[in-house]
């Protein structure tokens, strides 16, 4: 299982990023796949997920209502589409997967495979 993560970037406080992670080796219907991060001095956090087969999405609070995260089967890519972003959520953003089913927002606790990270900073 591979991932790769990209999108990362600057913006300004109130815009928008969209970052997409593509996948090797892994079929969404038997690996929960999700996004994290690791801010400067922080332990790394799970901000969003998608628990496989059922498809249901998990968000932390945190980021409930401004993250979306989405998968396409067609091209074995997840998305997170980050909207009003607040320098707190300036950090490394990883996506990850793990062979895993019904798992519910367990698969905001973490993953077994995991991609390079893709850097977001958020000015004020």
């Known amino acids: 299982v591979q991932l790769q993560a990209s999108g990362g970037g600057l913006v300004q406080a109130g815009g928008s990023l969209r970052l997409s992670c593509a996948t090797y080796?892994?079929?969404?219907?038997?690996?929960?796949i999700g996004w994290f991060r690791q801010a400067p001095g922080k332990e790394r956090e799970g901000d969003a997920c998608i628990s496989s087969p059922d498809g249901n999405t998990y968000y932390a609070d945190s980021v409930k209502g401004r993250f979306t995260i989405s998968g396409d089967d067609a091209k074995n890519t997840v998305s997170l589409q980050l909207n009003s972003l607040k320098p707190d959520d300036t950090a490394v953003y990883y996506c990850?997967?793990?062979?895993?089913?019904?798992?519910?927002?367990?698969?905001?606790?973490?993953?077994?495979?995991w991609g390079k990270g893709t850097l977001v900073t958020v000015s004020s």
């Open positions: 990850a997967a793990m062979r895993a089913f019904y798992i519910g927002n367990a698969c905001l606790r973490g993953m077994d495979s």
């Open positions: 080796g892994l079929t969404f219907d038997k690996y929960a």
